[in-house]
């Protein structure tokens, strides 16, 4: 939905105040996100937990929901986003930074209710084409993902099928069948 009916420049959008849901900005137009529904934080929660409890010890990467990054002329708020833990953003102290100013290593999408498909391809085709290494489309309508990489083919997974995360996170994967197992009511 946009927001705003006149175009804006990246830094008038940065100047704004935060709202909830967050707003975003892409090619000088502002929209707004769309309020997660249960399915959806459900799975947004399962994927935050399943990569902090892989690689938090392992001082391999580490998952932020709802993380506003700002690269390449945009200023996006994947799902899910991931930083390699050697580019965690931190100021000088070692502690988080509140503005992120650089793509995540893996940037994930899940669809909602109003939320078109087709609007989500296009967002993680550009996540791939500006520096993240790896963007996941999570769709809990047919419980299948797709995975974007940078230079390959995008690849559909469902059921038995494991999503390798093992080019960003060493050894971390997950079969598409567990990932949804988050959508049961217990």
């Not at 503005?99 to 993680?124: H, M, Q, W, Y």
């Not at 971390?172 to 217990?186: I, K, P, T």
Request: with cysteine.
């Amino acid at each position: 939905m946009v927001v705003t009916q006149r175009r804006l420049s990246l830094e008038e959008f940065l100047a704004l105040p935060e709202r909830k849901p967050a707003l975003e900005f892409a090619d000088g137009v502002v929209t707004r996100k769309m309020t997660p529904k249960m399915r959806h934080s459900a799975l947004q929660a399962d994927l935050v937990e399943r990569v902090n409890a892989f690689a938090r010890p392992r001082q391999l990467a580490r998952a932020f929901p709802e993380l506003r990054t700002t690269f390449a002329g945009a200023s996006r708020v994947p799902d899910v986003a991931v930083f390699v833990w050697e580019r965690i953003p931190t100021d000088t102290a070692g502690r988080l930074v509140d503005d992120v100013f650089e793509p995540p290593d893996i940037a994930i999408e899940i669809v909602s209710p109003k939320k078109g498909v087709n609007t989500l391809v296009r967002r993680c085709l550009w996540y791939v084409q500006n520096g993240v290494r790896m963007a996941l489309l999570v769709d809990p309508n047919d419980e299948s993902v797709i995975v974007f990489r940078p230079n390959a083919p995008a690849s559909a997974l469902r059921g038995a099928d494991r999503i390798d995360f093992g080019a960003v996170i060493p050894g971390f994967e997950v079969v598409v069948d567990e990932l949804f197992e988050a959508l049961q009511g217990r």
